[in-house]
């Protein structure tokens, strides 16, 4: 074994060694990048004569730029790291202004310390922490801009601003990826300019780049201009097969709950709003040719602004790019595209009523554009075809009041290893577990005592304008271990609706009763913090009732206003109790936001 590292080492060093090579001192230029050392081909067993990098491989390493992961083993295909990608520009920073590349004899250190001390020092960019991670493209414009200046970095190209589908103008690297291609570094990767800044690169694609940068024979045209407004037909020709239907799985693998969702990428990057995910322990996404692909994993989030990306098992998808913050624009005409009411590939069309809507901290899109449930996590779409927003939403009370989380606030995926759903349920749960117990022992310590029932509960009872009452109270079982939210209306004829809710102590399903003894029927179901939002569907699991004219349909319309308003009460109770908690610290978060708005 000793031998063997030892080995290894010593190849490494010959490596990084035979890199080295000296160069006469020159002043700062394009002119100081000329071949140091030859290249002989087949000497990469990897870089074949027909490789399409075979020509940018052999240039950086004839330059001083890049170098093979072995002496015989270049990695062509394989993902460039980070650190990688700052040695690349150091070299190419170094050679540009003094005519040589001497920093590993230079500093001291780890490989990573030496070319980290000569960035900093030499102001090339290095605001990573994990170095040794797969470096995006985004990423990979960062550092490698900042290897050169302007000078030497003449712009060729006509590239308007927006006119790069796929690179918002908020984003850290737009001024890099901006200046690329107009020196022709950067071309993007179909007749759009798509960037792909989210996606790995390859050490053949980096050689490329690198390369260009060093060589201006070797820069590239190309003219982008802001595209054309495209109708619905066109958007939903093109783009509607990137937008898919998702169904989510609890602990136990029965579906509870629906919704949209639309690829980012081809390689099974896919956004969704959190509160679809919220609870499952597995999901499946269905495309529009029928296929069913497998969720890998979570790759970021965001509860508070209600955003996911996860990872399908699968390539090769139909994706969407995203719109710069620009085309959020007051009175543009949009398009959504979503799976409402499980009515998969369905599109709409509006205009965005306002550019940012603020509830609860977060700043919607509020558009037209009618979405309904089980649109949440579908695309609103720019006539740009690039998607603007994640279809969340709806204002009940008025009419095509509707709202879009903006693409702006979806970061860092791609970047980073999977969050399972199944670990981000348990997470979830526990913070509602602890939730219940602080209420249990507030409620056993403050609550009043009765006898009949062994419970421990707190009320509140308000009188209304038509001389009935509405009546809400939370209950704590300490036989049963569960805690019931409740809510009742009796109107001036004694009649009386009710809804009830049962929060067990580390369960996943939330199990609702609705009562009427004005329709005489009794219905009861499960539901899911996740499923149940404002606009959820409540799905009835049993049905019995002694009036022959009263319907399930009936029961389910009647179910979901008496639930928001069952929790609406729990939300007074709670801020009465002084304990801090919400309704959103039991997982009905988006009913919580829904409320306070």
């Known amino acids: 074994m000793k031998r063997r590292i030892l080995s290894i080492l010593l190849t490494a060093c010959m490596v990084v060694s035979a890199f080295v090579f ?18 002989t081909q087949g000497q990469y067993s990897d870089v074949s004569a027909s490789n399409t990098f075979v020509d940018n491989v052999r240039t950086a390493y004839e330059l001083g730029i890049m170098q093979g992961q072995s002496s ?12 990688a990608a700052l040695i690349i520009a150091c070299r190419i920073h170094s050679i540009y202004n003094t005519g040589t590349s001497v920093i590993e004899s230079t500093y001291t250190g780890t490989t990573q310390e030496k070319y980290l ?14 170095w040794s991670a797969s470096v995006t493209r985004g990423e990979y414009a960062l550092i490698l801009g900042s290897a ?43 007749s759009l300019g798509t960037f792909y800044p989210s996606s790995y690169i390859t050490r053949g694609a980096a050689a490329a780049i690198a390369t260009r940068l060093a060589s201006p024979a070797l820069r590239r045209s190309v003219a982008l201009s802001v595209s054309e407004k495209l109708t619905a037909e066109q958007v939903y020709a093109r783009y509607s097969s990137a937008v898919a239907y998702i169904e989510v799985k609890n602990s136990s693998g029965t579906s509870f709950a629906s919704g949209s969702g639309f690829f980012i990428s081809a390689d099974g990057y896919f956004v969704t709003c959190y509160h679809v995910i919220d609870g499952a322990y597995s999901a499946a996404v269905e495309t529009t040719d029928g296929k069913t692909y497998q969720v890998s994993g979570v790759s970021a989030y965001s509860k508070t602004n209600d955003w996911a990306v996860l990872k399908v098992n699968g390539s090769g998808f139909n994706y969407l790019t995203v719109a710069s913050a620009s085309e959020n624009v007051g009175g543009a005409t949009v398009y959504a595209i979503g799976s409402p009411l499980g009515l998969e590939n369905t599109i709409s069309q509006g205009i965005v009523s306002n550019t940012s809507r603020t509830e609860d901290g977060t700043n919607y899109i509020q558009t037209t554009a009618a979405i309904s449930s089980g649109s949440s996590g579908g695309a609103l779409i720019a006539t ?160 019995s009732g ?34 801090g908690l919400t309704i959103a610290s039991f997982g009905f978060t988006s009913m919580y936001q829904y409320l306070q708005g």
């Open 22 to 39: 000296p160069a006469s001192a020159s002043a700062a230029g394009l002119s100081n990048f000329s071949a140091g050392r030859a290249y």
């Open 546 to 579: 002694s009036g022959s004219s009263v319907t399930r349909a009936q029961v389910q319309e009647l179910a979901p206003p008496m639930l928001a308003a069952d929790l609406a009460y729990a939300e007074v109770l709670l801020d009465k109790s002084g304990t």
């Open 148 to 190: 050169l200046p302007d000078a030497a970095l003449t712009a060729i190209n006509t590239v308007a601003d927006g006119s790069i589908p796929d690179v918002p103008a908020t984003a850290s690297y737009y001024n890099a990826v901006y200046r690329l291609y107009r020196a022709g570094i950067l071309t993007g990767s179909d």
């Open 72 to 83: 015989s083993y270049f990695g062509v295909k394989s993902n460039l790291t980070r650190l």
């Open 384 to 543: 740009s075809g690039r998607v603007l927003g994640i279809t969340s939403g709806s204002y009940v009370e008025g009419q095509n009041l509707n709202l879009a989380v903006p693409m702006t606030y979806v970061t860092g995926y791609g970047t980073g290893s999977l969050t399972s759903l199944s670990a981000l349920a348990q997470t979830a749960l526990t913070a509602s577990a602890a939730g219940w117990d602080t209420l249990a022992g507030y409620l056993k310590k403050s609550g009043t005592y009765d006898e009949t029932y062994g419970t421990y509960y707190v009320e509140t009872l308000e009188t209304t304008s038509d001389g009935g009452y509405n009546y809400g109270y939370m209950e704590y079982d300490p036989a049963e271990k569960n805690i019931l939210f409740g809510y009742s209306y009796t109107d001036s004829t004694k009649s009386t609706v009710a809804a009830f809710i049962y929060l067990p102590a580390v369960a996943a399903q939330y199990q609702a009763d609705l009562q009427s003894t004005d329709f005489g029927f009794k219905a009861s179901g499960t539901i899911t913090a996740s499923s149940f939002t404002q606009n959820s569907t409540y799905t009835i699991s049993s049905f």
């Open 117 to 130: 001390q000569y960035a900093k020092a030499n102001g090339l960019y290095t605001l990573f922490t994990d």
